[in-house]
Structures are given as structure tokens and as C-alpha cells.
């Protein structure tokens, strides 16, 4: 098993066995994102890949959950990705799922029965950056898409019986936009309904273009709990009834919270009040932070 440069996965997929599939990320533009500065999008040789697969079956043969990096591993067409698909069902007869990470477009490009054939090989869950449902927020990123077309994307996604994971970043429409992110966010959300939605909190890194625009002063950073406001206020704006699992157990996040909505959602806002009425003690250091 062979990795190339940085690699990442969701929390959720901290057992799994990571494959890559394709290196670095097809976008790769957002202003925000240091994760692929490393490398440049390529999509991996198959034999590479087969290889992998050999060697993982020779050794963790008992795998159940396998995640398909790096950063939108779904950009790789039908026709390259379901031999993959195939090759790890034989390897390795217990496994019950597997997840990939996917940008808007990736999906929207697909058809329906695309999307069929692929959930048909247990590709079962997706991971998707809203980032912020408000499309001022979105241009000034330079995230590519529109919250609308993420929108569109993830209720394509679920309608072929995908479990989507969304995530959305505190912090990211800076002090000027924190209302706007916070309220067109959450809306976005209710507008989706996915199963999951986490949270995660603005670091900016060295190298991004976020970073250049911050040191100028061209972007402000809210502070820990202005952004832990704007989670209240995402949180307020979350209206749901089929149930949404929401988690901030990112390690960027100042909070870690959890909890169903609607279900739970009175029992957040009040963890939140208490967190903003004890002030910055109650939140994560930053030295425990990260990405």
C-alpha cells in the first residue's frame, strides 16, 4: 500500500482502509484549502491501484470500510471507477461500505443510473463541502459552484440512495459576511436534509491565497466566539424533519458537539449559550487545534 503526498479522510472513516485513486483534487482553487499544495490532480494508474488492492487483501483481508481518496475521487468516469469497485468487493468479502469524497459537479455530471451503478457496488456514502450557502461567500472562495448547484447535487445523490455527508466551515465569510454565512448556511441545509452535516472551524495556512488576502487585511477572521455565535445561528436557521445527524468533532472546531435534528436541537443552542457565557475557557486551546 502506496501513498502519495498529503492524505485525508473525515473523522468517520478513521478505521478504514484509505485508497488512493486519483491524487490531489480536480478544483484545487478554493482560497481556503492548503490540503493538495503538495501535488497536482492526477488520476492514478489503474495497475497502481490493482496493486494496492493485492496488497491490502493479502494483509487487512478482514476490512469492512474502505474510503477512496484524495480529494473528489468520484471525478473518475463510471467506466474507470467500477472495475475498482469490483476489484475490492472480491478482495475483501466482509466489506460492508465504502465512502469517497465528491465535488458538486462530480455528481451533477453523472446520471441517475450512474449514480445506480455505483451504489449497487457498495459506494454508499459520499462526502461534500458546501463550504457556505451563501454564494457571496462561494465567488469570493473561489469554491466553483453555486450553493443552489450543491443543493441540486446532494438531493441527486441521495434520491439514487447515497448517504451524504455535508460540511460547511465557521468563520469562512469572514467578519464582514459572518450573518450571511451563518443564515443562508443553515437554510442551505434545509433545503438538502442529508443525513449528516459536520462542521468545521476556519484555519487559515500559509501558502493559501485566504492566508495573502488575511495578511493584508483584506479578509478578518472572526474571533473563537463570534464563530461559536455563527454556529448558534447556523444551527437556528436548521429546519429538518426526516432527522440529520450533526457533529463538530473536527479538530479545528473550538466546541465539539453532537446531536440529531430536529430532536436535539434546543439542547445545542443551550451548550452554545453556556460555552458563550463562560467565554474563551471553555473552548479548545489553540495549540489543540488543527487540521
Known amino acids: 500500500m502506496r501513498y502519495f503526498g498529503n492524505v485525508i479522510r473525515p ?11 486519483t491524487f490531489g483534487c480536480s478544483h484545487n482553487k478554493c482560497t481556503f484549502c492548503p490540503t493538495y499544495l503538495d501535488k497536482s ?17 493479502n494483509h ?3 476490512t469492512r470500510r474502505i474510503f477512496l481518496a484524495d480529494g473528489n475521487a468520484l471525478v473518475l468516469s463510471n467506466q474507470k471507477l467500477m472495475p475498482i469497485l469490483d476489484a475490492l468487493n472480491s478482495a475483501f468479502p466482509e466489506l460492508q ?9 462530480d455528481i451533477l455530471r453523472k446520471t441517475d443510473q450512474e449514480l445506480k451503478e455505483l451504489r449497487a457496488k457498495k459506494l454508499s456514502i459520499i462526502y461534500i463541502g458546501l463550504e457556505s450557502g451563501s454564494n457571496k461567500v462561494l465567488k469570493r472562495v473561489n469554491k466553483g459552484v453555486t450553493a443552489e448547484e450543491t443543493i441540486n447535487a446532494v438531493g441527486k445523490a441521495q434520491n439514487a440512495g447515497f448517504k451524504v455527508s455535508v460540511i460547511g466551515i465557521l468563520g469562512l465569510g469572514g467578519a464582514d459576511l459572518l450573518e450571511e454565512h451563518a443564515v443562508a448556511t443553515g437554510r442551505a441545509i434545509s433545503a438538502m436534509s442529508p443525513l449528516y452535516f459536520s462542521l468545521l472551524t476556519l484555519m487559515i495556512v500559509p501558502g493559501t491565497a485566504l492566508h495573502t488576502q ?5 479578509f478578518i477572521l472572526p474571533n473563537p466566539l463570534d464563530m461559536l455565535q455563527e454556529m448558534r445561528v447556523v444551527i437556528e436557521n436548521i429546519k429538518v424533519s426526516s432527522g440529520c445527524i450533526f457533529r463538530t468533532n473536527h479538530a479545528s472546531n473550538y466546541l465539539p458537539l453532537a446531536g440529531r435534528l ?5 439542547r445545542l443552542l443551550i451548550t452554545i449559550d453556556h460555552a458563550l457565557a463562560k467565554g474563551e475557557p471553555s473552548l479548545r486551546p489553540e495549540f489543540l487545534r488543527g487540521l
Not at 461500505?97 to 459537479?105: D, L, P
Not at 430536529?262 to 434546543?266: A, M, R, S, V
Open 262 to 266: 430536529p430532536n436535539d436541537k434546543e
Open 11 to 21: 473523522p468517520s472513516e478513521a478505521e478504514s482502509y484509505i485508497l488512493q485513486v
Open 41 to 57: 490532480f492526477r488520476i492514478r494508474p489503474v495497475n497502481e491501484i490493482m496493486e494496492d488492492i493485492e496488497t491490502a487483501h
Open 214 to 218: 488575511w495578511t493584508e487585511g483584506k
Open 60 to 62: 487487512i483481508s478482514q
Open 97 to 105: 461500505r465504502i465512502g469517497i469524497y465528491a465535488n458538486t459537479s
